[in-house]
C-alpha cells in the first residue's frame, strides 16, 4: 500500500512537472528530428583531446557527413577539470580553451555537444555537476554550448544514501535531478539539447519529456559488437509509443566503422537504427574512415528514414525464424520495411517467404531497395534471400 502510495504521489509529481513544461515551449524547438552528429566516446573514450575534436569536425565537412545532416560535435566525459574558488569549472590540460574550440566548431557550420552527471563525479571520476547546476549551465551557455548529454554515474549513490531500501524515493529524487538541470539550461535562454542518460532505469521514456527530455538512453552501453547492437535495438520493441518529435528512445551511439563489425553488420546497425527513428551520433575514428563506411554513413536515402517528419518509431511486426521483420510508418502515407536476418547463417535451401498480409498489406508493391538503389516489387510470399546479419531496406511510396 505504501507503494502505491508513494507512486502516485510520483506520478502527481509529473503530471505537475509536465504542465510547467508545457508553458515553455523552448524544449520543443530542438530535436524535431533526431539529433544527428558525432560523439567521442566510441573511439576515444579517456583519451580525447581538443585536436581530436577540431579533427574529427574538419572531417565531418570534408567527408560530406555535415552535408549529410551531421552537425553536433560532440565532447563525452573526461573534459573536466576543478572548480576554482567561487565554484566555476574549468576544462582540464587536454581541452585548454573551450570557448575558442566551440567557436572553431561553429566556424564549421556545426554545433558542439558535451557531457555532465547530475552526481559529484562523472562515470570516469571527473567533476560532475552536483550542487553547481545553474553555475553549469550559465557555463556551458557562455561558451556556445548546444548539447548537453547528462549521464547519472555516480548520482545513484546519492540516491542510495539519501533513500536507502526506498526505490520510489530514490527515483523521485533522480527525477528532480534532471528537472533541475533541465530548468538550469532553460533558464539560460539558449536552445541546448537535452541528452538523459541514466541506461534506460526506472522506464525513463515516461517521464523523460515531462522534465525536459530531448533523447534517452533506454539501455546500457553499447560496444562494437554484433550481439550487443542486435541485444541493444531488440529492447527497443514495444518502445514506439514514446518516440515523436522533440522527444526521442536512444539505444545509444552508433559503432558503424568501429570494431570487427562486418559490411552487413554495419549496413544492418546503421538500417535499425534509422527504422527505431534513432538519434544518428557516429562515433568512429573520422580521420581514417573507409570509402565503404563513409557510403554507409552519408546514405541519403536511410538517413531520410531516421528523419522522416512524421517521427514515428517503426516496430518488429513479426519474426519467422531468425528473420525479422520491421515496418516503420513515414510521412505521406509512404513506409520502410526492413527484412533482417539475424541469423548465423544465409538462408537459402529454406528460402524465407515475406507475407504482406502480415504486415497488412497488399502486394505487389513497388519501392527503392535503399542499399542497391534499385527499384524493387514486394509480392505477398516473395523468397528472399539475405547474408547472415544482412538487411533489405525498402521505401514503398505509398502502398494504398
Ligand atoms: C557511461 C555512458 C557512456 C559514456 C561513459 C563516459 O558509461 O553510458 O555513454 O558517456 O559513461 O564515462
Not at 8 to 17: G, P, Y
Not at 34 to 60: C, E, H, L
Not at 168 to 194: E, F, H, N, S
Not at 255 to 272: D, I, K, P, Y
Amino acid at each position: 500500500m505504501r507503494n502505491v502510495i508513494s507512486l502516485s504521489a510520483a506520478a502527481l509529481a509529473v503530471s505537475l512537472l509536465s504542465l510547467s513544461y508545457a508553458a515553455n515551449s523552448q524544449s520543443a524547438a530542438v530535436a524535431q528530428t533526431p539529433p544527428m552528429g558525432w560523439n567521442s566516446w566510441n573511439y576515444f573514450a579517456g583519451r580525447v583531446t581538443d585536436k581530436d575534436i577540431r579533427d574529427s569536425a574538419d572531417q565531418i565537412v570534408a567527408s560530406g557527413m555535415r552535408d549529410a545532416g551531421y552537425l553536433y560535435v560532440n565532447i563525452d566525459d573526461t573534459w573536466e577539470g576543478e572548480r576554482d574558488a567561487n565554484g566555476v569549472l574549468h576544462s582540464n590540460e587536454k581541452f585548454p580553451d573551450m570557448k575558442a574550440l566551440a567557436d572553431y566548431v561553429h566556424s564549421k557550420g556545426l554545433k558542439i555537444g558535451i557531457y555532465s552527471s547530475p552526481g559529484p563525479k562523472t562515470c570516469a571520476g571527473f567533476e560532475g555537476s552536483l550542487g553547481h547546476e545553474e553555475q553549469d549551465a550559465q557555463l556551458y551557455a557562455s561558451w556556445g554550448i548546444d548539447y548537453l548529454k547528462y549521464d547519472l554515474c555516480s548520482f545513484h549513490m546519492v540516491m542510495q544514501a539519501k533513500a536507502p531500501d526506498d526505490k520510489a524515493a530514490q527515483m523521485r529524487l533522480m527525477i528532480a535531478a534532471y528537472d533541475k538541470m533541465g530548468k538550469a539550461l532553460k533558464t539560460t535562454g539558449r536552445p541546448i539539447v537535452y541528452s538523459f542518460c541514466q541506461y534506460g532505469w526506472d522506464s525513463v521514456w515516461e517521464w523523460a519529456p515531462s522534465v525536459g527530455g530531448n533523447l534517452w538512453r533506454t539501455t546500457g552501453d553499447v560496444s562494437a559488437n554484433w550481439d550487443r547492437i542486435y541485444d541493444l535495438l531488440s529492447q527497443q520493441a514495444g518502445l514506439e509509443g514514446y518516440a515523436g518529435p522533440g522527444h526521442w528512445n536512444d539505444p545509444d551511439m552508433l559503432e558503424v566503422g568501429n570494431g570487427r563489425l562486418s559490411l552487413a553488420e554495419n549496413r544492418s546497425h546503421f538500417s535499425m537504427w534509422a527504422m527505431l527513428a534513432a538519434p544518428l551520433l557516429a562515433g568512429n575514428d573520422l580521420p581514417h574512415m573507409t570509402p565503404e563506411i563513409k557510403a554507409i554513413l552519408t546514405n541519403r536515402d536511410v538517413i531520410a528514414i531516421d528523419q522522416d517528419r512524421l517521427g514515428k518509431q517503426g516496430s518488429r511486426v513479426y519474426s519467422d525464424g531468425e528473420v525479422e521483420v520491421w515496418m516503420r510508418p513515414l510521412a505521406g502515407g509512404a513506409l520502410a520495411v526492413a527484412v533482417f536476418n539475424v541469423g548465423s547463417d544465409r538462408l537459402s535451401t529454406h528460402p524465407f517467404r515475406l507475407s504482406l498480409t502480415k504486415l497488412g498489406l497488399d502486394g505487389p508493391l513497388t519501392g527503392k531497395n535503399l542499399w542497391t538503389g534499385d527499384k524493387v516489387t514486394l509480392t505477398n510470399h516473395q523468397p528472399i534471400e539475405l547474408a547472415s546479419h544482412d538487411i533489405l531496406l525498402v521505401r514503398v511510396a505509398s502502398p494504398r
